[in-house]
């Protein structure tokens, strides 16, 4: 998962980007609206974690803008604002969830899994394909009903492999969500995944196609 962190609080932000990379999401950090504004256009992500006070615009303008041009990206306010009102004015205004601060990594993390989920249309916690189902929140796999040890870029790449449903894709895009544009991995750091998992589900479990990049092996459900 690829989430865009609006924070302008350095120590906050190194904190909350630190801590959901150790729950499996790459997260980005912008300091400003116009940051922001700046990586929507350019960039995809999976969800915005958005801070309210922001040094240049409040975030609810900014919430408002976005929404004009993506009603679909789940959006999770994180501010220190915890009156009732500016909770509702804030999912009014189109957030997906409002959480307060201080806060807990581990509750963030569930949440963005929960509102990525719900837009990406999955109303259960699982993703099944063929003999594989996968549990993104938890971390959990099975093969046949048997559980499987995936490390967690291996159960992200699987992830995103099943959300392609059938589509192949290509190394640099796989690269792109599992690490993001800022971090520099070396070249044999997805054969290496990849020959994890064919070692752990089976030869099958992820299809290769020169020119055309990767797929998973069994059709999601």
């Known amino acids: 998962m690829r989430v865009l962190l609006v924070e302008d609080d350095d120590l906050i932000a190194s904190g909350v980007v630190a801590g959901l990379r150790a729950h499996g999401i790459h997260a980005e950090r912008v300091a400003d609206a116009a940051g922001?504004?700046?990586?929507?256009?350019?960039?995809?992500?999976?969800?915005?974690?958005l801070d309210l006070g922001l040094p240049d615009r409040d975030g609810m303008e900014l919430l408002a803008d976005l929404r004009r041009h993506d009603r679909d990206l789940p959006?999770?306010?994180?501010?220190?604002?915890?009156?009732?009102?500016?909770?509702?004015d804030g999912l009014h205004a189109g957030a997906d969830d409002y959480m307060v601060k201080p806060f807990d990594l581990r509750e963030l993390a569930a949440r963005l899994h929960a509102v990525v989920r719900r837009a990406q249309g999955r109303a259960?916690?699982?993703?099944?394909?063929?003999?594989?189902?996968?549990?993104?929140?938890?971390?959990?796999?099975?093969?046949?009903?048997?559980?499987?040890?995936?490390?967690?870029?291996?159960?992200?790449?699987?992830?995103?492999?099943?959300d392609a449903r059938g589509r192949w894709l290509g190394a640099d895009a796989l690269h792109e969500r599992l690490y993001g544009l800022e971090v520099e991995i070396g070249s044999n750091a997805l054969n290496v995944h990849i020959h994890n998992i064919r070692r752990k589900l089976g030869p099958d479990a992820i299809q290769t196609s020169r020119g055309l990049g990767y797929r998973l092996g069994w059709r999601p459900a």
């Open 75 to 88: 959006v999770v306010i994180l501010t220190a604002r915890d009156a009732v009102e500016s909770r509702l």
């Open 124 to 162: 259960v916690q699982a993703i099944e394909a063929g003999p594989l189902r996968l549990e993104p929140e938890s971390g959990q796999a099975w093969l046949e009903g048997e559980p499987v040890s995936l490390s967690r870029r291996e159960l992200d790449l699987l992830v995103h492999l099943a």
């Open 36 to 49: 922001a504004e700046a990586a929507c256009a350019g960039e995809r992500y999976d969800a915005l974690v």
